[in-house]
DNA sequence: CGTGAAACATTAGCGGC
DNA sequence: GCCGCTAATGTTTCACG
């Protein structure tokens, strides 16, 4: 669940890995000075350990005709619960609004927040004709939904799946 | 550089590689009802028009001491050009700052946005006292940062590289 | 689009440092 | 403990039908 003990080959393997998913077994031990067994070995600890979670294809979302990156604060009513003490509710707002999101396609992130502002979530829509379908038909008809406001990318300066590795 | 035209096979290809980017062509001919040659076929010209851009794999932050996702927009100081038109200049605080951006590993995603603030930074570290470090000597010593706005992620919701394929 | 064959990659077992 | 060899098995890739 938690940190996991990481020499220097295995920073290297996973810069490597980070940076270019499908190179093959041989071609990363060559880069880290290993045998293939070794180095494949290190691999398959990093995936069962859960430090590589996923290997993914990145799409250009222009290419595909997703011309519009926005983000969006969305603040949910005060839900007065009162009366049951501390526990979590099993339909407060929060919990209706995660499941809702999770199925909306435009949204591929959201985050619960500290400030004022409860969630913040990234929208990849086609245009603004797409972008405001959605807030109508889609995220301002949601019941938790108190207000939001919406702020859209002019230019990606830096973008990367990539974390630094300490 | 613009859209590409795909068809339902390419889409469903697409979709296979955004979930998992290291099944072998052999196992996506199969789910696509194709033998591994036309698929093969597919997915390199899927590769050279761009619609792919990269393979990666995808780590856990928490597992390599990550623990901390913030949201920090930053407002730049009002350049008062003045004299040269509408030129573009070499050295506005804008490219200046963006070029500093590029190169803080902390930063893994920075946008110029509409709205009040200029931009949206998301930040991987390891903790608030490593944030606050970046803060003080990094984010807010550069010259061209006027004002920030930080917020921390309580909770991944929803979270995916994933597009979605319309 | 599919077949087949050569080139290449993966992976488990075993011995050595 | 971690490395590297070997050898069987599986995969990619391309010329050709």
Same mark, same amino acid.
């Given at each position: 669940?938690?940190?996991?003990?990481?020499?220097?080959?295995?920073?290297?393997?996973?810069?490597?890995?980070?940076?270019?998913?499908?190179?093959?077994?041989?071609?990363?031990?060559?880069?880290?000075?290993?045998?293939?067994?070794?180095?494949?070995?290190?691999?398959?600890?990093?995936?069962?350990?859960?430090?590589?979670?996923?290997?993914?294809?990145?799409?250009?979302?222009?290419?595909?005709?997703?011309?519009? =990156?926005?983000? /969006?604060? %969305?603040?949910?009513?005060? @839900?007065?619960?009162?009366?049951?003490?501390?526990? *979590?509710?099993? #339909?407060?707002?929060?919990?209706?609004?995660?499941?809702?999101?999770?199925?909306?396609?435009?949204?591929?992130?959201?985050?619960?927040?500290?400030?004022?502002?409860?969630? =913040?979530?990234? /929208?990849? %829509?086609?245009?603004?004709? @797409?972008?405001?379908?959605?807030?109508?038909?889609? *995220?301002?008809? #949601?019941?938790?939904?108190?207000?939001?406001?919406?702020?859209?990318?002019?230019?990606?300066?830096?973008?990367?799946?990539?974390?630094?590795?300490?």
């Amino acid at each position: 669940m938690s940190k996991i003990e990481l020499d220097k080959t295995d920073r290297k393997i996973l810069e490597i890995l980070q940076s270019d998913g499908r190179l093959s077994n041989q071609d990363i031990a060559e880069r880290v000075s290993l045998s293939p067994s070794p180095c494949l070995r290190r691999i398959k600890r990093l995936e069962e350990a859960g430090v590589i979670r996923q290997y993914v294809a990145l799409l250009d979302p222009d290419k595909i005709g997703l011309g519009l =990156l926005a983000y /969006v604060n %969305v603040r949910l009513e005060k @839900h007065s619960e009162g009366s049951s003490g501390g526990r *979590l509710p099993a #339909h407060s707002p929060r919990t209706d609004f995660a499941q809702a999101v999770s199925t909306w396609p435009e949204v591929v992130a959201c985050y619960a927040m500290t400030g004022e502002m409860d969630f =913040l979530l990234r /929208v990849h %829509v086609e245009d603004m004709d @797409h972008f405001s379908r959605f807030m109508m038909a889609t *995220l301002l008809r #949601h019941p938790a939904v108190l207000d939001v406001k919406s702020s859209f990318a002019l230019q990606r300066i830096k973008e990367t799946t990539a974390l630094p590795l300490v």
